[in-house]
């Protein structure tokens, strides 16, 4: 098989244009078919990829195609749908699915059990985890550059849980090793009607998130701007020294992307790479296909190493709903965010319902908090 390129197709041609892009580039994968409900978006992106089997149907496609890889890449309420009637009713032999993983454990736990009944490779789309910086802030982590970690933060200015701290979360995790978390808790504010493509998205977060090895992560979202805040930085702090991880520089702004603060005094710095979110999906999809192969043995977005995310997500939200401390693994199945608002719990004081990603969706913007 390592010499075969494998046969891939891609549901959903927004997101899914650079899962296409990716397939395409890769060596080890080739690109047969597209999938999407909009068929103006659909020739959009085949005419760009030059891709002649084009469906507006997902089990169409899978029963005419039979591929070997196939990317989701649709909202995160379909995911779990969509992946488990792949893997039940088809043979391909990998599954990308976009983050977040799904909207509650429950489905999630689903995916991953019909996928390792068939023997089936499930990764979750945490394009990030590809950066190159973000694996060298990770490799400094290994080598013991602040010692152990003992705190975690990361602040970001807007976008949900589901979307921007999704990506804020799973970075860290992965920076930090990997570290299994032990408890969760948090608080959730939803006063406006808010959604993100098609989902309820709270107004603002706060989770902290404790490891077994007693290290902390703390995580923020649409928290006033102040103190040491900085839209996408994250901080490490360990027993022998603080390193400073930062992402996207604005041009003409600081060019150093990693810095240690050692103890004593000695500041290390590193220049950010030249690394775009294209050059970081390609090497996904690529890693992506090699690992389904069996060329290689391990890969960094392993559905059973990013459902840590998914699950520290649905603990934030538990803990709202709970107002209480919770535990490791996390025994709700269903979505406590829908749980909340359908019994009264997270009340909307400004009715009016809008999308932050499709603004032209909007009725009443809310007023400003």
């Given at each position: 098989?390592?010499d075969q390129k494998l046969r891939a197709v891609v549901l959903g041609c927004?997101?899914?244009?650079?899962?296409?892009?990716?397939?395409?580039?890769?060596?080890?994968?080739?690109?047969?078919?597209?999938?999407?409900?909009?068929?103006?978006?659909?020739?959009?992106?085949?005419?760009?990829?030059?891709?002649?089997?084009?469906?507006?149907?997902?089990?169409?496609?899978?029963?005419?195609?039979?591929?070997?890889?196939?990317?989701?890449?649709?909202?995160?309420?379909?995911?779990?749908?969509?992946?488990?009637?792949?893997?039940?009713?088809?043979?391909?032999?990998?599954?990308?699915?976009?983050?977040?993983?799904?909207?509650?454990?429950?489905?999630?736990?689903?995916?991953?059990?019909?996928c390792e009944r068939r023997d089936i490779k499930l990764s979750i789309g945490?394009?990030?985890?590809?950066?190159?910086?973000?694996?060298?802030?990770?490799?400094?982590?290994?080598?013991?550059?602040?010692?152990?970690?003992?705190?975690?933060?990361?602040?970001?200015?807007?976008?949900?849980?589901?979307?921007?701290?999704?990506?804020?979360?799973?970075?860290?995790?992965?920076?930090?090793?990997?570290?299994?978390?032990?408890?969760?808790?948090?608080?959730?504010?939803?006063?406006?009607?808010?959604?993100?493509?098609?989902?309820?998205?709270?107004?603002?977060?706060?989770?902290?998130?404790?490891?077994?090895?007693?290290?902390?992560?703390?995580?923020?979202?649409?928290?006033?701007?102040?103190?040491?805040?900085?839209?996408?930085?994250?901080?490490?702090?360990?027993?022998?020294?603080?390193?400073?991880?930062?992402?996207?520089?604005?041009?003409?702004?600081?060019?150093?992307?990693?810095?240690?603060?050692?103890?004593?005094?000695?500041?290390?710095?590193?220049?950010?790479?030249?690394?775009?979110?294209?050059?970081?999906?390609?090497?996904?999809?690529?890693?992506?296909?090699?690992?389904v192969a069996g060329t290689l043995s391990t890969h960094h977005t392993d559905?059973?190493?990013?459902?840590?995310?998914?699950?520290?997500?649905?603990?934030?939200?538990?803990?709202?709903?709970?107002?209480?401390?919770?535990?490791?693994?996390?025994?709700?199945?269903?979505?406590?965010?829908?749980?909340?608002?359908?019994?009264?719990?997270?009340?909307?004081?400004?009715?009016?319902?809008?999308?932050?990603?499709?603004?032209?969706?909007?009725?009443?913007?809310?007023?400003?908090?």
């Amino acid at each position: 098989m390592a010499d075969q390129k494998l046969r891939a197709v891609v549901l959903g041609c927004q997101v899914g244009r650079n899962h296409a892009d990716g397939y395409v580039d890769s060596d080890a994968a080739e690109l047969v078919a597209l999938c999407d409900l909009d068929k103006r978006q659909l020739d959009l992106i085949a005419d760009q990829y030059d891709v002649e089997a084009r469906y507006t149907d997902f089990e169409t496609m899978l029963e005419e195609q039979q591929p070997d890889l196939i990317s989701i890449a649709t909202p995160q309420q379909t995911h779990a749908a969509l992946t488990i009637l792949a893997a039940t009713r088809y043979t391909p032999k990998g599954i990308l699915c976009e983050k977040g993983m799904a909207i509650s454990m429950g489905e999630a736990r689903a995916m991953l059990a019909a996928c390792e009944r068939r023997d089936i490779k499930l990764s979750i789309g945490h394009t990030l985890r590809h950066g190159t910086q973000v694996q060298q802030a990770r490799e400094l982590i290994a080598e013991g550059a602040i010692g152990e970690v003992q705190m975690s933060h990361i602040w970001y200015a807007e976008g949900g849980m589901m979307n921007i701290m999704c990506h804020c979360c799973d970075r860290a995790l992965f920076i930090m090793g990997d570290p299994e978390p032990a408890w969760v808790m948090g608080n959730v504010q939803r006063d406006a009607d808010r959604w993100e493509r098609g989902w309820p998205a709270e107004e603002r977060a706060v989770g902290v998130i404790g490891f077994a090895d007693g290290a902390r992560l703390i995580l923020e979202g649409e928290t006033p701007h102040g103190g040491h805040t900085e839209d996408h930085r994250h901080t490490f702090i360990g027993t022998e020294g603080t390193l400073a991880v930062r992402f996207d520089p604005v041009a003409g702004d600081d060019p150093i992307g990693l810095r240690i603060h050692r103890k004593g005094g000695h500041v290390e710095s590193f220049e950010f790479h030249d690394d775009s979110f294209v050059d970081r999906r390609r090497r996904e999809i690529d890693t992506f296909a090699r690992w389904v192969a069996g060329t290689l043995s391990t890969h960094h977005t392993d559905a059973h190493v990013c459902v840590r995310t998914q699950e520290i997500l649905m603990a934030i939200y538990e803990s709202a709903r709970t107002h209480s401390l919770v535990e490791f693994p996390m025994q709700t199945s269903t979505s406590p965010l829908i749980e909340m608002i359908e019994s009264g719990a997270l009340p909307v004081r400004y009715p009016g319902r809008y999308d932050i990603r499709h603004r032209a969706t909007i009725e009443r913007e809310p007023p400003a908090p």
